[in-house]
């Protein structure tokens, strides 16, 4: 698929050196003039990355002048002739019948520097929102394998954070400040050009053009939004990933004895972390963690379930991973954490239920003393199996809450919480399935609303705004906070921002 076109004017913007090595020799360049020699048209090459992103062709004002003056700035090559900046003036020259076309060569033969700097040379042009997000995805892949390899030469243990030499951060937000475009923005950006590509290659075109125009009509968040609930992303940017040496599964780890856990606690597996969100689909946690995934509780509308069975090994098998447990000690709380409380909210097994009857006691006990030891942070808790909450003592960073998306839901959720000891009790009611009546919302201090996304056994759906309201109505009865999801057509964002207890 062809990414839109945007015209500017030809040849501006300079390719920027990237490492330590390129800016020496661009210092020298100071000093210096670069080189220009004349090159045959038809010994100079497109560089793949430019089609791939930009897809340049010379208008006919271009070509006109070419004709007329020629080409009057150098193009930007490398050493094997493939242009990196300049593809509209290289298009005007062949379609104006020049034989040659004045070029100065770039200094590094590294592949990765010789594609950011293809994107640097188009800063200053005017683009598309598909050609911001894939210069987003294209510099994720430089960044990451810079980092990479800085691990590999420098430290080469497993899992090191991909921290640039002057300390901007991993390659997210590297790419971010390159940009100039928030973190977040960069890994939908590569969701979603990776979303479209691979429509496009699956023969999908009505799906990859309806992303396409998402895109460039609204917003990376708009065609994320989209492609979530189309089902037309695969494994996200940001969730953890799993090998068959990151988990055990909780079947084989009540089979242990007492010494084999013991010995298997102990063994080094991958340090986890947290998981920047990058979509609005938990707004109030910008982060989730996930020490335990899978669930056996098999609920028709569950997203959790397809995105494990499309990119874990285990699928969606209740598993363990006791790598991640160190996840609350190894993160540090953002700088922005204090203005916008969300960022310190953590989902603490987005990708599984903690409580889920199969989950051993002593294993939901070693996730709470993980978040007990790092207070810093606020854990979000949920289950369908509210009764088991009662088993254990909460720490006060602890939000717990159970799922009820039906009527017959409500009466266990009120009886388990009276009996909960925790600061924050909240509800989730997504997917809000029926019109719901409590008699003790003010057992709870916070309620969350939403639809169901589609699903592989389920269509999306969204609730009638009059069982919304009626919700409303009751929460505002009692002074229970509201958090309506984005796939609703009002939203009210409300937390309860560690208020005290009402039901105490």
Known sequence: MKNMKT???AGKGTALPINGKVNEAHK????????IINKLVKDLKPHELNAKIYDDEADDTLIKSVKESGVLQPLLADKNN?????H????AAIRAGLLEVPVTFFPSDDEWDIETALIESNRQRAKSNEQIAREAAALLIVEQEKARQRQVRGKPQKNLPAISPDG???ARDVVAKKLGIGAKKVDQSAAVVGAIDRLTQEGSEEDAKKLCTELNKFSVNRAHKVALEGGFLRASVTEESADEEDYILISDWEKMSHDQKTKALAKEWPDGKFNRQESDGIGWAHWSWNPMTGCLQNCEYCFARDSANHRLPQGFAPSFYPGRLKAPGLMKLPAD???DFASKNVFTCSMA????KWVPSELIQMVLDAARNAPLWNYVFLTKFPGRLTEFQFPDNAWVGTTVDTQARVAAAEAAFEKVQARVKCLSCEPLKEQLTFKKLNLFQWIMIGGASKSTQTPEFKPPREWVQHLWA???KVGCKIFEKANLLERRRELPMMEPDKSK
């Open 7 to 9: 015209e500017c004017a």
């Open 28 to 35: 020298a360049e100071k000093l210096v003039a670069p080189k």
């Open 82 to 86: 493939r242009v990196i900046s300049g």
């Open 88 to 91: 509209r003036r290289l298009d």
């Open 168 to 170: 901007t951060g991993d």
């Open 337 to 339: 954490a204090s203005a």
């Open 353 to 356: 239920d903690l409580f889920g």
């Open 474 to 476: 009751q929460a505002d």
